[in-house]
Antibody, heavy 117, light 111 residues
């Protein structure tokens, strides 16, 4: 069974940093590209970032470019999102999502990030 | 990158059919057959319902179908059931900056 389990969310002050993790199991992690997608409270889904199988290519939404960094550890089946210079508008549930041919076919349960003084 | 345009809400009675539209541009929906649809129940993670415009993942009911014409994709749910009540999001890959764009979401109410 495919499982994606996010962790690392919490309350952080504006300007602060947080590192999210996503533990993958039930599939060959290194064979899939991966993404982060977020959802602000009461709002819709927003794609955040993408990383290729071998970490050679990363893409970011304009809203997080220069502040967030996506990474992965294929040996440990882990996906990361380093979030710096956090803003109130970054408050959201962050989901990791497996990417199969440009489709998010498996999602984690999400981890909540709250940016507030 | 602008979000794809979806109606905020749709409704239908059990057994009826509804269609949710998703309008983008020639840079996303119109360019590729890479439109997907996600169902999200309150407090839950999204679930893939349709991919590559009209394909259904294993386990998804054949009451769900997708199509596309030009820059507009559509999700049709036939034989509405109470458990279909949820939020639905469309998504498309966009070649501009190699990113993905979601629709704003449509709340489906089963009357």
């Amino acid at each position: 069974e495919v499982q994606l389990v996010e962790s690392g969310g919490g309350l952080v002050q504006p300007g602060g940093s947080l590192r999210l993790s996503c533990a993958a199991s039930g599939f060959t992690f290194s064979s899939y590209t991966m993404n982060w997608v977020r959802q602000a409270p009461g709002k819709g889904l927003e794609w955040v970032s993408h990383i290729s199988r071998g970490s050679g290519t990363m893409y970011y939404a304009d809203s997080v470019k220069g502040r967030f960094t996506i990474a992965r550890d294929n040996a440990k089946n882990l996906l990361f999102l380093q979030m710096n210079s956090l803003r109130a508008e970054d408050t959201a549930v962050y989901y990791c999502a497996r990417d199969d041919q440009y489709t998010f076919d498996q999602w984690g349960q999400g981890t909540l990030v709250t940016v507030s003084p | 990158q602008s979000a794809l345009t979806q109606p905020a809400s749709v409704s239908g009675s059990p057994g009826q059919s509804i269609t949710i539209s998703c309008t983008g541009t020639s840079s996303d929906v119109g360019s590729y057959n890479l439109v997907s649809w996600y169902q999200q129940h309150p407090g839950k993670a999204p679930e893939l319902m349709i991919y590559e415009v009209s394909k259904r993942p294993s386990g998804v009911s054949n009451r769900f179908s997708g199509s596309k014409s030009g820059n507009t994709a559509s999700l049709t749910i036939s034989g509405l059931q109470a458990e279909d009540e949820a939020d639905y999001y469309c998504c498309s890959y966009s070649h501009i900056s190699s990113n993905w764009v979601f629709g704003g979401g449509t709340k489906l109410t089963v009357l």
